[in-house]
């Protein structure tokens, strides 16, 4: 699990106390939280209460990042957050001052071009409801940036915090070792050194 570094300093407009009135908590006031955003700067309101899931969604119109559970269960919700997988639902948006911000909006280049995992996840038939298919293709870009040439059964544990509830991850599975195979030049689910003793995926905040 991904340990909370603490709550970053709120800011100083927060901490002056002139934020607005919270609508239906009047006791509480707006805090302002600056940010990089999907490569952008990014600067919003949101209660002290709110959860980053649900700025980002509400706050921030990014709808992309799903909610399952809300508690942590199903990984839904991932994001990148300084390029380390977090479930969205239990990170509290004022935790994501300064930080480095990725979501699933932001996985395409900017021109539109599909990023090789969304590629493959067409290819592959990896997309059924696709409700789940936004938190996968964020941790499964985290897995591959900590472990580029990842065997199958890496890539299960990685992904074993995001729940399908129609692909049965076969084809999420091929998704991902074909991505792996095109980016490193070996054969899909091949060889790879010894597992880590704690992928990210299984370190992602709230993974169970
Ligand atoms: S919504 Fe299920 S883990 Fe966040
Ligand atoms: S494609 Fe429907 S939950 Fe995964």
């Given at each position: ?27 509480a ?7 990089t ?15 980053l ?23 839904a919700?991932t ?11 239990l ?37 059924q ?53 095109e ?6 689910g ?5 597992a ?6 299984a ?6």
């Amino acid at each position: 699990m991904i340990a909370p570094e603490g709550l970053p300093s709120a800011h100083p407009a927060a901490r002056s106390g002139q934020g607005s009135p919270v609508s239906g908590n009047p006791g509480a006031a707006l805090r302002t939280v600056s940010c990089t955003l999907n490569g952008e700067p990014a600067c919003f309101g949101v209660a002290p209460f709110r959860t980053l899931l649900d700025a980002l969604r509400h706050e921030l119109g990014l709808t992309g990042t799903k909610k399952g559970c809300d508690v942590g269960d199903c990984g839904a919700c991932t994001v990148l957050v300084d390029g380390a997988p977090v479930n969205a639902c239990l990170m509290l948006a004022v935790e994501a001052e300064g930080r480095r911000i990725e979501t699933i909006e932001g996985l395409a280049a900017p021109g539109g071009e599909l990023h090789p995992l969304q590629r493959n996840f067409v290819r592959c038939g990896a997309a059924q409801c696709g409700f789940c298919t936004p938190g996968i293709l964020m941790m499964a870009k985290a897995l591959l940036a900590e472990n580029p040439r990842p065997t199958e059964a890496e890539i299960r544990f990685g992904l074993a915090g995001n729940i399908c509830r129609c692909t049965g991850y076969t084809k999420i599975i091929e998704a991902v070792a074909l991505t792996a195979s095109e980016v490193c030049g070996v054969p899909a689910g091949g060889a790879s050194p010894a597992a880590p003793a704690r992928p990210a995926a299984a370190q992602k905040r709230g993974a169970r």
